[in-house]
């Protein structure tokens, strides 16, 4: 086994050769690094807009949605009435997963579709750094949409980002049968009267989980924070973007979920396995309710509802009012058809088409036509005990009375927020588990 | 490529003449050949040394060709995005134009090695690589010892162990996510029908450490037993014989044939291993269940290759990310280094 010991002295005959190769060699991953670098480095300038092009035979306008728009039907309708215009649509499961996505491509300004949906919370990233997106304000959709949507998406030099889809005003959805079973009112109109403030609303969980002990009052911590959160006007940020976490505003919704966690929550984080089952085996009794929350109640809980399951929709949020979600569509600069982008977005988003859009999937219109149509008005919900779905969420956007100032780094404070919730609910001290979440603050800046 | 009248057949002879060259007894042959020829010498002779010539870099310059595709591609996707990770190792990054932006030296380097985030994350890393490497390399070579017997329907076994690997990370995270469940998983609601405390799976760091290095285990495990059950095979069967004979028994064999004689195999599988279990990422990323999936809440398991990802595809700080890379890269060839020569120590001492 000793014959590798010949290997140097056979090989040192080729010394020559072999030096020369391994300058070959050296020179030859030296050329490649820099061309590869210089090709990368060259790139253009992402904030300059694409060379406009004619869409091409074959060739389809791209717009990348993520959970559920609604579009399918609606952009099957758009390509019959346009046969030089064909979209094509790609749906992502989950913003997150979108958002990551989003955020890579930006980076190389590269392979970006031409109609991008963001969620609402990032808007404010896009209007902090309007230079790669197109403006899209025009005549024709001027006063669209409610005036909180409108402000959202516009810069302070008045460019218009985003096209406003949905909203989310809140209602709280409860399960009736549970509320009898526990001794209270079960009619929507009377649990309405029951929960005006977040005082109320509590005070009834008490109620609630000592008559029903294995029941949790809520579906997680983390959807009632963000719920109070949405009636803050500075949660986390001050009007002029400066970072400010240490408000008696948000240190006093910490200070109310974290002390209700033991009693009154499932402990458990939204969106888990965990969460998903508390649908099924009775976990918990009332949710805040977006219109797009009915979908994942119904997903969860099972269409048609198990039986004795009864939901129902009560048409009061306490503290008044509250916006959580809501989308819009954007157009980069890198899209090489932005006029035929802005049109299709523009159309897709007109009142008329988000009107059929609450009929399937339940997101709620944003804008101020779509809001007073019949079609939206008058729709009753059959699985939550039929009720009058479309007044309810009509009234619920009346009642939504404060917008909360969200700046560039909103989004990604709210992760670190629901994280403290977290940590709570899984044991940690309050105190300790907020010193985490400034710190953590304090590395995203 | 001027002279048309070279006749190809005699070109591609040459070509593919695996002893083409100055010295080849074929080239002398033809030459004395051409020499007796109509055509001019000088003329004969040029033609001769191009062809030599060709051939000669035929030899050398081929074999670089064959293998150039796999450096081509090392560079394109290892090497370069390496140097260039270090390059950015020194300078911020403007999250909202997603751009490069000043030179800080090593600012960078000094915020992760003050994060306690990413010492948190260094602990985790550590301590789910040695409870999912080491109990795999030693259950491997004991499946692989065990397979390595004359078993009825041998195939069935051996391809069995390797099922869990043939299964997408993603759907074996899904699955092992209904089992660790805090509330309603599987095996807790087994513990608590039979009387005992639920486990908090997603809570406790420890658990959660124990959770994930079982997905990890439960899909490596038969692939090291597969590269283990060839080397034993290759074990000359008359050293166990003359064991026997001296009476050596199962154990005995194990300890003193099979295992001495499959080290340079243990080194291979323990030095991949490490890489592999230092960079674990996909189980943590999907074991969490928080919207924010950065290993719990707490970071209770999130591993380095969990902060990288977080600090540079959420987060936008590429400079942090690039700077908490190279930290990880240098311990990962440190520890490698460490390892071989371990193993290289071990070996030696019992030649």
Redo the contacts between chains.
Sequence with gaps: MRTTNHRPRSGSAFAG?RRRNRFLAASA?TA??LG??SACGGGSD?TESAEQEQLAEGETLTITTFGEFGYDALIEEWNEANPDVQVEQTKVSLW?DWK?EL??L??A?EGLPDVVAVEGDFMP?LV??P??WVDLSSDEVEGRWLDFKEAAATTPDGALLGYATDAGPEAICYRSDLFKKAGLPTDRAEVAKLMGTWDDYYALGEKFVKALPNTAWYDAS?SIAQAMLNQVEYPFEEADNTVNVENPELEAVYETVTSHTEALSTK????????N??YT?DGFATIPCPGWMRANIKTNTGEPAPKGVVWDIADVFPGGGGNWGGSYLTVPKSSTHQEEAQEFAAWITAPEQQAKVFEVTGNFPSQVEALEDPVVLESTDEYFNNAPAGEIYSNRAAAIDVQPYHG?LYS?IL??F???I??V????DPGESWD?FL??VE??Q | MTHHAEPPAGDVATATDPAGGPSSPGGRDRRTRAAGSSTTPAAETRRLIRRQRRSRWDLKLSPYLYISPFFILFGLLGLYPLLYTGYLAFFDWNRAYYVRGDFVGLDNFRFVLTDPVFIKSLVNTFSIFLMSSVPQVILAVSIAALLDRNLRAKTFWRMSVLLPFVVAPTAAVLIFGSLFADQYGLINQFLESIGLQPILWHVDRWWSHLAISGMVNWRWTGYNTLIFLAAMQAVPRELYESAAIDGAGRVRQFLSVTLPMIRPTMIFVIITSTIGGLQIFTEPRLFDNTPNREGGPDHQYMTSTLYIYVKGIEDQFYGRASAAAWVLFLIIVGIAILNFAITRLLTRRSA
């Design positions: 050769p991953v490649l690094v590869v670098t992402p997150d990551n955020n890579t930006l980076q300004n990233a902090a750094a230079e790669r983390g458990n984080a939204q969106w888990s396995d965990d969460w089952a508390s085996n560039p990604d992760g670190k629901q994280d403290a977290n940590r609910d899984q044991g940690t985490k710190s953590e590395a995203l």
